[in-house]
């Protein structure tokens, strides 16, 4: 079992930045891999980013390629999102997600970030 916290969303203006933080407790941190993703109202969820157990092999979604970067620190069972140059389209609720055998299995509660002047 995983649980997982988000935290670090709020309103910002466009072009502002923030850093998303995902709490997690449960199974070992560092024996899965991570995910970020969103949804803003009115669409599906979709993927943002992921990264591997160990840190290494980050990918990201061409919405957000250059502008957010995915991390964490396996001391602190906490992972990241750091989201630069914010616009409005970026508005939505992020989820964290622990990826286990190739499969998203564990998901947190979600955060708001909203992008508007």
């Known amino acids: 079992q995983v649980q997982l916290v988000e935290s670090g969303g709020g309103l910002v203006q466009p072009g502002d930045s923030l850093r998303l933080s995902c709490a997690a407790s449960?199974?070992?941190?560092?024996?899965?891999?991570m995910g970020w993703f969103r949804q803003a109202p009115g669409k599906e969820r979709e993927f943002v980013a992921r990264?591997?157990?160990?840190?290494?092999?980050?990918y990201y979604a061409d919405s957000v390629k250059g502008r957010f970067t995915i991390s964490r620190d396996n001391a602190k069972n906490t992972g990241y999102l750091q989201m630069n140059s914010l616009k409005p389209e970026d508005m939505a609720v992020y989820y964290c997600?622990?990826?286990?055998?190739?499969?998203?299995?564990?998901w947190g509660q979600g955060t708001q970030v909203t992008v508007s002047s």
């Open positions: 997600a622990a990826r286990i055998m190739g499969t998203y299995t564990y």
């Open positions: 449960g199974r070992t941190f560092n024996s899965y891999a």
């Open positions: 990264i591997s157990w160990s840190g290494d092999s980050p």
